[in-house]
């Protein structure tokens, strides 16, 4: 494996849509780097979360991604209800969560974290 993976979390405020979130595969790098300035304004928290190559070639990537994921989401500066996870798998987390299919296409908080990790 070449490098980190590094996942993120984001709280977004519901009295201020982000206009424009899509799938982060779906957007250019240049709208990636717009949205992510927009959404690291307006969201109420955002926190970043990674596993090093080191630790994705002791435990594999899916066990990387999922520590990442559960980095991002403890760093968080205030607390989430709920908890959305893109796909069919959770890292372990002391919130409720809910995993989503294709949540990265679906849900507003998993585009904006999707979009912010990328940059």
Known sequence: MAGPVVA???ILDPERPI???????KLSPR???????IIRNQAIAYAFGRAEAAEIDEINI???TLLAMQRAVLALT???DRVKIDGNQAPELPFPMQCIVKGDSLVDEIKAASIIAKV
């Open 31 to 37: 709208r990636r780097e717009q949205l992510s300035k």
């Open 78 to 80: 205030t607390t989430p």
């Open 62 to 64: 899916l066990k990387a």
């Open 19 to 25: 206009e424009g979130l899509k799938d982060s595969k």
């Open 8 to 10: 993120a979390a984001v």
